[in-house]
């Protein structure tokens, strides 16, 4: 055998062996350090939906207000869902939804020691290929200061 055909050799192998392949789950998002008068903790910190292409479904979360400032919708304290991270997210779950970025409070007011709902629709685009979509979420008051520590995953997987 040629000794540069066997170096070529060697060095593939080296190198397919080295480098592991790439990973198909998300890498986690990073914490959130949430504004002053501002702490939220959100039942659980994910969401899954099973659905088809063409086919529409909601997520909804539900987030105790633990801090000090009460979250009033359409006012710089009112309290949002808000895309982020994008480090390891595999889709924007906003250009699945309603054309919105932001998903606020469904209530007018949450006090201290609510709890706060937020609900939003995603559509999956038809000819979506199967697989599972990954989009993460932080929850932020109306200047887009983080609220919660959290950062919130949503999947969808497309059957």
Known sequence: MDRRLFAVLVLALIVATAC???????????????????????????ATLSLNAGQTGSFQRMCANTGTTTWTRGTATEAALVPCCPVGGSVPFPAWGAN???????????????????LFNITVPSGTPAGTYTSYAALVNGNNQPISAQVLTFTVTVQ
């Open 100 to 118: 919105s970025t932001r998903y606020p409070q469904s209530a007018i007011a949450v006090a201290p020691g609510a709890v706060g709902t937020f």
């Open 20 to 46: 592991p392949p790439t990973q198909s789950i998300p890498t986690p998002p990073p914490s959130l350090s949430p504004a002053t008068g501002y702490s939220a903790n959100c039942a659980g910190e994910s």
